[in-house]
Every structure is written in structure tokens, then in C-alpha cells.
């Protein structure tokens, strides 16, 4: 079951530059998507979503971009801080929100 | 800020046992949801439950396992006969609101199954 791909196991940057982070679906009838964090021994902490009627939803440092023609979605994280570093899921539900599908997650490490 | 509660964080279990987990939702959610995550892998959906009965339910949610709200704070798993392969990190997760309106789900902190 593939239908969300986090195409990066891992990702480096520098403190105080931009993390992108990337994520791919494949099914169409996608309606919600959200970005959850994850430290190690930890759940997943929400972040920020975005709804399929939307193409961006800014909080804070964190902003969602969604491309529907290209299933595609990304998190931009800036300035990125040492205490960004953690394990980044994206996630997307159909329109009854019964079953969330998550994507293989990405590593970031934001070096001081 | 009120949170999801799973106990116990560490469960180890011999093979062919009964395990159940125990999750305390948000107060006030109406959804209810556990995955699982074996070491190395994605997260994955098991089950989804609303209205005391189960909305949706994944192929790995088969005759081993089940869901029960028992009163009206504890939402608990239960495996009936553990394999080795049941191990894995569990996570259960509630959601404010019915269908149609967006909203997150939040997660408990997990707990790791071990089968021996």
C-alpha cells in the first residue's frame, strides 16, 4: 500500500536555512493531507494540514504546499532549528477521515 | 493541553498469549484509531472506530484482533493468540469530529509489543 510516498529517508540542512520537506500520493480522492512530527520513544505530534481546496497553509514556521495537478506536497520548516530535528510523516485522508495513510517519513537534521 | 494516554508503554508477551492494550482518548473526541509500526517500517493503519462500532479496518486487522470501548474513557486493543510478527511500536489516536469537517488526529506516545 503505497499511496503516500515519502521519497527521502533523510534530509541534512543547515541551522537558520530552509528545510523542505516532500511527499507524493497517488489517489486523487486524497482530501485532507497533514504533516506530523516524531521524536524517537515519542507519537506523532500534529504539525500543520491542509485541505484539498487549499494550494498553501502557513503556521508560524511552517508552511504546507499542495499541488493536486502533480500529487504532490511539501513542508517548508524556516528558519530551521536544531530542535526541528526529528522524523517528519505525511499523511492524507479520504473525505470520512476513517483511515489516515501515512508516508515511510523523513529524517531531518538541522546541524547547530 | 489534553493529550491521548497509552499504558503500558513496554508490553512483553510469549507467543500464542492475549495481550490488550489500553488507550484513554481525548475527553471529548468521537474517533478513535490505532496503527502500528514495526521497527524500521511506515506507520499503518489497523482500525478506525466511531459510534461504538468499527468504521474501517485495514487486511492486518484480521480474526486475532479486536476493538472495545468498555466504558466511556478506555479504548482498548486486543490481540487474542500474539505471533512473533504482532511486534511492533502501537499507537492509538482520537479525532475531535464527525465526518466532513477537518481535523487533525492526535496521537498517543505508543506501546512497544514485544513477542517472544
Not at chain 1, 487549499?54 to 508552511?63: A, C, S
Not at chain 2, 508503554?9 to 514495526?38: A, D, K
Request: proline share 5%; hydrophobic share 35%.
Amino acid at each position: 500500500d503505497q499511496q503516500v510516498k515519502q521519497n527521502s529517508p533523510s534530509l541534512s540542512v543547515q541551522e537558520g536555512r530552509i528545510s523542505i520537506l516532500n511527499c507524493d500520493y497517488t489517489n486523487s480522492m486524497f482530501d485532507y493531507f497533514l504533516w506530523y512530527k516524531k521524536y524517537p520513544a515519542e507519537g506523532p505530534t500534529f504539525l500543520i494540514s491542509i485541505s484539498s481546496i487549499k494550494d498553501k497553509n502557513e503556521d508560524g514556521r511552517f508552511t504546507v504546499f499542495l499541488n493536486k495537478s502533480a500529487k504532490h506536497l511539501s513542508l517548508h520548516i524556516v528558519p530551521s532549528q536544531p530542535g526541528d530535528s526529528a522524523v517528519y510523516f505525511c499523511a492524507a485522508s479520504g473525505v470520512n477521515f476513517n483511515k489516515f495513510y501515512f508516508g515511510s517519513g523523513t529524517k531531518l537534521n538541522v546541524k547547530p | 493541553e489534553p493529550e491521548v494516554t497509552q499504558t503500558p508503554s513496554h508490553q512483553v508477551t510469549q507467543m500464542g498469549q492475549e495481550v490488550i492494550l489500553r488507550c484513554v482518548p481525548i475527553s471529548n473526541h468521537l474517533y478513535f484509531y490505532w496503527y502500528r509500526q514495526i521497527l524500521g517500517q511506515k506507520v499503518e493503519f489497523l482500525v478506525s472506530f466511531y459510534n461504538n462500532e468499527i468504521s474501517e479496518k485495514s487486511e492486518i486487522f484480521d480474526d486475532q484482533f479486536s476493538v472495545e470501548r468498555p466504558d466511556g474513557s478506555n479504548f482498548t486493543l486486543k490481540i487474542r493468540s500474539t505471533k512473533l510478527e504482532d511486534s511492533a511500536m502501537y499507537f492509538c489516536a482520537s479525532r475531535a469530529t464527525a465526518a466532513g469537517i477537518n481535523q487533525p488526529q492526535h496521537f498517543g506516545d505508543g506501546t512497544r509489543l514485544s513477542i517472544l
